[in-house]
């Protein structure tokens, strides 16, 4: 069964702390993203990556990080120098650059 | 900034009617165009793209796309209650990105 997923579907964070989200895909797609999606907005790029242990900052790129050390894993880690981090996280994959991108189901992330 | 805009407010139409939406972009090097489609509380799923001056058709939807005057609209014919969304328009860029709207929400009457 092949897809995208994230874990967790929603993460709450306290203040000063670090968390990461996970994305997995088994697409065996090269090309992999982070977006963070805010009430009635559209999707901004934070990160990608086309391809293994290289990734490109994106619009939104302070206060997060990312590593890509698997093909099939993309981890964004919301660091505690994001100080408005509450928003809905989705991870994309494509098979190449610029071209369809397939999103898995999101996290959602709450501040305590 | 390379922009895509989707200007019109929420969109209702009644079940069985066209929902007509548009979309304009400012890059003119954009070679690719995507509609996605998003429930409430749900991921963007993709319905439809185009690369192709013209139309574009599958099943209800049909894209159509006019890069001399920059535009890319999605038309759902017959529509449903289940195309009650949010639709988002997104675009190629130069540098191996897709540039996104902020969407366009469909309430279909039934």
């Known amino acids: 069964d092949g897809g995208i997923t994230q874990s967790p579907k929603y993460l709450f964070r306290k203040e000063g702390q670090n968390v990461t989200l996970s994305c997995e895909q088994n697409?065996?797609?090269?090309?992999m993203y982070w977006y963070r999606q805010d009430p009635g907005q559209g999707l901004r790029l934070i990160y990608y990556?086309?391809?293994?242990?290289?990734?490109q900052k994106g619009d939104i790129a302070e206060g997060y990080s990312v590593s890509r050390e698997k093909k099939e894993s993309f981890p964004l880690t919301v660091t505690s120098a994001q100080k408005n981090p509450t928003a809905f996280y989705l991870c994309?994959?494509?098979?190449?650059?610029?071209?369809?991108?397939?999103f898995g189901p999101g996290t959602r992330l709450l501040v305590l | 900034q390379k922009e895509v805009e989707q200007n019109s407010g929420p969109l209702s139409v009644p079940e069985g009617a066209i929902a007509s939406l548009n979309c304009t972009y400012s890059?003119?090097?954009?070679?690719?165009f995507f509609w996605y489609r998003q429930y409430s509380g749900k991921s963007p799923e993709l319905i439809m793209f185009?690369?192709?001056?013209g139309d574009k058709e599958d099943g209800r939807f049909t894209a159509q796309l006019n890069k001399a005057s920059q535009y890319v609209s999605l038309l759902i014919r017959d529509s449903q209650p289940s195309d009650s969304a949010t639709y988002l328009c997104?675009?190629?860029?130069?540098?191996?990105?897709?540039?996104f709207g902020k969407g366009n929400q469909v309430v279909v009457i039934p």
């Open positions: 994309a994959s494509s098979i190449g650059s610029g071209v369809t991108q397939y």
């Open positions: 697409l065996n797609h090269d090309a």
């Open positions: 990556s086309q391809i293994v242990n290289d990734f």
């Open positions: 890059d003119r090097g954009s070679q690719s």
């Open positions: 185009i690369y192709s001056n």
């Open positions: 997104a675009v190629s860029q130069g540098n191996n990105r897709l540039a």
